[in-house]
Nanobody, 127 residues
Framework: VQLQASGGGLVQAGGSLRLSCAASGGTFSSYVMGWFRQAPGKEREFVATISYGGMHTIYAESVKGRFTISRDNAKNMVYLQMSSLDLEDTAVYYC?????????????????????WGQGTLVTVSS
């Protein structure tokens, strides 16, 4: 499975961005998909995840109400709509694919439980 993230860029605080992640290979519609981010000097942290059919989502507390994860299984795409961005959202954002359809709340939030990763896309929020 190959993942290609895009959509990052420079945005002012309060602005919005939509990240996209294109998947190829494998059986996308059976994977749990997630977004994680890594700021300079920090560990990779969970942002959001979506179940294989799109019916279930989980968000980190820091982004709840501001970010929305979605997927289009017909297009092998997963998205992260980000709004009300603030300086602390600055990071490289990675999409990950978990090669399992099982939905276990703790597991799907753990980066080390994802099997495939995209290359990351940089989001920089300026004041």
């Amino acid at each position: 499975v190959q993942l290609q993230a895009s959509g990052g860029g420079l945005v002012q605080a309060g602005g919005s961005l939509r990240l996209s992640c294109a998947a190829s290979g494998g059986t996308f519609s059976s994977y749990v998909m997630g977004w994680f981010r890594q700021a300079p000097g920090k560990e990779r942290e969970f942002v959001a995840t979506i179940s294989y059919g799109g019916m279930h989502t989980i968000y980190a507390e820091s982004v709840k109400g501001r970010f929305t994860i979605s997927r289009d299984n017909a297009k092998n795409m997963v998205y992260l709509q980000m709004s009300s961005l603030d300086l602390e959202d600055t990071a490289v954002y990675y999409c990950g694919a978990r090669q399992s359809s099982l939905w276990h709340v703790a597991t799907v939030q753990a980066a080390n439980r994802y099997n495939y990763w995209g290359q990351g896309t940089l989001v920089t929020v300026s004041s």
